[in-house]
């Protein structure tokens, strides 16, 4: 073994207890003396009267990978400079035994943070099984060894002050590729009693395309999901603004802290801007720093507020497809409505969460149109052959579904069924062919839908 094994053999040491001394510091939160961390990035949280669960342990197993990522660049970098002080031939053997070294130091501190994380969700007497929550990429025995490789490869180059951009960027690939965790731009976090003004906001996002949470557009995406651990993972990872809309009874309500934790913690360990918060009424926000900036719901209109979040985020009207625009819709069970089906790809949607409906459709010709499958939420589309009034069809799941496509006719009801198993008859009236038997392209349509899977529209 080298001496430069020795001294870092000896480093090592020291840090493994640096380490330790961390995880022990999370016990504070058991027995109320409360916790302050290093989250290794510049940037160090501090709680108290809560306990080891949810954000706060999403926030240990963030933070203890990235330490140990860190880590291991600084000693291989030291290792690097202390060979530099040889002869050439000393740099290879220095890198493959501190490769080795580090891969069995990440190993032992990976297993005291699984005993931690044990011991911190049990409850003294019962103990729950291990779990390893961490990401811990770039920290695998053969990531390290490729970084010891990388530094290697640039010396033998010539250029030793390659080796730093090659080491970071093997450092923080993942094992499996390293993945973008934002899916969207902004996540609307708020009590049901504020919905009506919400939703306004987030269908004006989406019609400026946005890629904005709002619960009822993601029904099927959350659909079997386990909630809690859903809800967290989107508000502490997988949005790049939380706009969060402040009430008493978002305070009280358990999904609303749910959400509240999650986002707080991100915002803890980032010094980016994350939180938006918008106030209906003063309601003191636990975790919530007093000195950060808000806007008062009352003093904007919902579209005016989500114009305001777009400039926020720095979203361009151009960016992605003028065609991804939200389609026009009706939200009640029942109604008539009328719009140019060469608009939106020919979409247009009726009702919401689990009696929503996107309907499809293109032009046939002069009084006919073709109707289609194709959008998330429809299981079936079907022509109620005989029928010419919503009121005649007393079982809706008796007709054909088996084609993608049907091609209906002025006058007759076509059937759709959606993803959750309920029906919508929809009774064409009009359907208008520009320079044939109209001005226009329009479809006409009276619909009603039944909830519950219930088949029969007779009543």
């Not at 779990?131 to 290697?152: E, M």
């Not at 502490?236 to 999650?262: C, G, H, L, N, T």
Request: hydrophobic share 35%.
């Amino acid at each position: 073994m080298l001496p430069i094994a020795n001294r870092l053999r000896r480093r090592l040491e020291d840090r493994r207890a640096f380490f330790e001394n961390w995880l022990f510091q999370w016990f504070g939160l058991k027995d109320g003396r409360g916790v302050s961390v290093d989250l290794f990035n510049g940037k160090k949280s501090h709680w108290e009267g809560i306990g080891y669960f949810g954000s706060t342990r999403d926030v240990f197993w963030e933070a203890l990978p990235r330490g140990i990522r860190n880590e291991i660049l600084e000693q291989l970098e030291w290792v690097e400079r202390e060979a530099s002080r040889y002869r050439p031939e000393v740099l290879p053997k220095a890198l493959d035994e501190a490769a080795g070294q580090l891969g069995t130091f990440v190993e032992i501190i990976r297993h005291r943070a699984i005993d931690c994380d044990q011991g911190l969700r049990g409850d003294g007497i019962n103990i729950p099984g291990p779990s390893d929550q961490g990401r811990w990429y770039g920290t695998s025995k053969s990531k390290i060894r490729q970084q010891a490789d990388a530094i290697l490869e640039a010396h033998q180059g010539g250029s030793p002050s390659s080796a730093i951009s090659k080491r970071d960027a093997l450092a923080f690939a993942s094992d499996e590729e390293a993945e973008d965790m934002t899916k969207y731009q902004v996540a609307l976090s708020f009590a049901g009693e504020q919905r009506e003004y919400i939703e306004a906001v987030a269908e004006y996002l989406k019609k400026e395309g946005v890629t904005v949470f709002y619960d009822r557009h993601s029904t099927v995406d959350l659909w079997g999901k386990d909630g809690a651990a859903a809800f967290t993972d989107l508000f502490s990872k997988r949005a790049a603004y939380v706009v969060m809309f402040i009430s008493e009874d978002y305070v009280s309500k358990a999904w609303p802290r749910q959400e509240r934790q999650a986002a707080i913690s991100r915002q803890m360990q980032d010094e980016d801007e994350y939180i938006l918060p918008v106030r209906f009424d003063q309601a003191e926000v636990p975790g919530l720093p007093s000195t950060l900036q808000y806007v008062q719901a009352e003093q904007f209109q919902p579209s005016d507020l989500a114009k305001a979040i777009i400039e926020k985020i720095g979203h361009s009207p151009l960016s992605g497809k003028a065609s991804d625009a939200a389609p026009q819709y009706s939200e009640s069970l029942r109604g008539k409505v009328a719009f140019d089906y060469t608009n939106h790809d020919g979409r247009y949607l009726i009702g919401e969460g689990e009696v929503q409906f996107e309907t499809k459709w293109s032009g046939a010709g002069a009084d006919t149109i073709h109707a289609y499958n194709d959008p998330p939420t429809i299981h079936g589309i079907a022509i109620a052959e005989g029928a010419t009034r919503i009121d005649e069809i007393t079982d809706a799941s008796s007709y054909d579904f088996s084609s993608r496509s049907r091609r209906a006719n002025k006058g007759e009801v076509v059937i759709l069924r959606n993803i959750h198993g309920n029906y919508a008859a929809l009774e064409l009236i009009e359907i208008g062919y520009k320079g044939r038997n109209s001005d226009r392209f329009e479809l006409r349509f009276t619909y009603r839908i039944n909830p519950n899977g219930v088949r029969d529209f007779s009543a």
